[in-house]
């Protein structure tokens, strides 16, 4: 276990589905949590402040310009006491053996680590089915995949800051370089993964949502199921409370079906891209 435990950033704007998991999950494991929701419209701030604790630190900003993001990114690193902080976002989801692999990692750091990029599946439909491994995977440090920087030791990077706008902004340091141009050795690549809803329903209000900075990316695509022994984040199936909606239910038989008919001319469309 590390002296002191991360801090958690987090923006965040109708995700009611699946933000009471993605707190929880790593509510144990981290100093405090620093939410900010930028206009919700659904369910996000109540479920929120359902969560009786006091490391969770909830504040609102009305943003209506994608380039306040990185404002609202930049204040978290300034409020930051720890040496390190914890990118979550509100359609993120850990197990507990992610978690604890990633205390020991800043536990066990060597001085000059800066970072700690975590794997991730990009569910299709449910919980239990994710996106192939060739689409829409990220490159950095020389690896390619799906994966995203997700921890940042500010105390070993001098000056820095966010900058650029929503969906590309990025941490950089005080020269204007890139955190995911830096040196390869100082950041580690976790084995376990988290998993991500980015492509499944977010919000109980749906995708006609004025959201000036969720893109809907709602996916209807076979994927391919998740190995059975990869353990499941435990919070799915904990006792919940009665304002949270239950998503460890799998796809409906009229998903398959579309999912059958459209995945072989999405498949055929990449290849034309190529």
Request: net charge positive; hydrophobic share 35%.
């Amino acid at each position: 276990m590390p002296k002191s435990l991360p801090t958690v950033h987090m923006v965040v704007k109708n995700e009611d589905r699946f933000i009471y998991y993605a707190v929880k999950s790593v509510l144990p494991y981290v100093g405090k949590i620093f939410i900010c929701d930028t206009g919700s419209t659904d369910k996000t701030i109540e479920i929120i402040k359902s969560i009786s604790d006091k490391k969770i630190k909830l504040t609102q900003e009305h943003i209506t310009s994608p380039k306040e993001l990185s404002l609202v990114r930049q204040k978290q690193i300034e409020e930051t006491e720890t040496d390190w902080f914890w990118i979550v976002d509100g359609d993120e989801i850990y197990t507990e053996r992610l978690c604890r692999e990633i205390l020991d990692i800043i536990s066990t750091s060597e001085e000059k680590r800066e970072g700690i990029v975590v794997g991730r599946y990009d569910l299709l439909g449910d919980i239990y089915n994710c996106q192939v491994k060739t689409v829409g995977t990220y490159n950095l440090f020389e690896k390619k995949g799906h994966f995203v920087l997700r921890l940042i030791n500010k105390s070993n990077i001098k000056g820095l800051h966010v900058a650029g706008i929503y969906p590309l902004e990025g941490y950089y340091d005080g020269s204007g370089t890139e955190l995911i141009h830096h040196d390869k050795t100082k950041y580690v690549f976790t084995e376990n993964k988290l998993w991500h809803a980015m492509y499944l329903k977010r919000s109980s209000q749906g995708g006609n949502l004025q959201n000036t900075l969720h893109r809907h990316n709602y996916k209807t695509e076979r994927g391919y199921p998740i190995s059975k022994a990869q353990t499941l984040p435990e919070v799915f199936f904990q006792k919940i409370p009665d304002n949270i909606e239950p998503v460890n239910l799998k796809r409906s038989l009229a998903y398959e079906i579309i999912s059958r008919l459209i995945t072989p001319v999405k498949r055929f469309k990449r290849l034309l891209i190529k």
